[in-house]
């Protein structure tokens, strides 16, 4: 009942940048995890419905920013100076109940995206 359709993957070099969006409607706080092969998916960033409150991880602190425009449904992932450890397959998530920090605390999810950075 609730689809989430990310896009702006792609593969850039170290430093480089690259904006993910997610088409999602609702009144929905919204996250970012991340999941690269081998390891646990992980926080990257979240943002309330109301846009007021986000919260990102230590890792991309200064170089990642979560922002909504309410009026085209759809959440963004400014990613600037990317390093080649934010390789991963980026999922949008929705419905957050717990939590911003777990996987678990949110109902909805997108497909992933892919994002590569090399050095």
């Known amino acids: 009942q609730v689809q989430l359709v990310e896009s702006g993957g792609g593969s850039v070099q170290a430093g480089g940048s690259l904006r993910l969006s997610c088409a999602a409607s609702g009144r929905y706080a919204m996250g970012w995890f991340r999941q690269a092969p081998g390891k646990e998916r992980e926080f990257v960033a979240t943002?309330?419905?109301?846009?007021?409150?986000?919260a990102s991880a230590d890792s991309v602190k200064g170089r990642f920013t979560i922002s909504r425009d309410k009026a085209k449904n759809t959440v963004y992932l400014q990613m600037n100076s990317l390093k080649p450890e934010d390789t991963a397959v980026y999922y949008c998530a929705a419905d957050r109940s717990g939590d911003y920090y777990y996987p678990e605390s949110y109902k909805y999810w997108g497909q992933g995206t892919q994002v590569t950075v090399s050095s």
């Open positions: 943002i309330s419905w109301s846009g007021t409150t986000t």
